[in-house]
């Protein structure tokens, strides 16, 4: 892994839910919608949309 990517994930250290959905996302073999997503993390879709946007 290289510096800059190292410094790149550095924001899911400091983001709680960015880190759980992160993991949620990478761990899945198929697909998850937003609701599916909102209710696993307790939280509304569009806060994952916006989430999902910071981990781009």
Do not use: C, H, W
């Amino acid at each position: 892994m290289s510096f800059e990517n190292t410094e790149e994930l550095r924001i899911l250290a400091d983001e709680p839910r960015l880190q759980s959905l992160f993991l949620l996302l990478f761990r899945q073999e198929g697909y998850f919608t937003s609701m599916q997503l909102a209710e696993e993390l307790g939280v509304t879709s569009r806060t994952i949309k916006s989430d999902v946007l910071s981990l781009k």
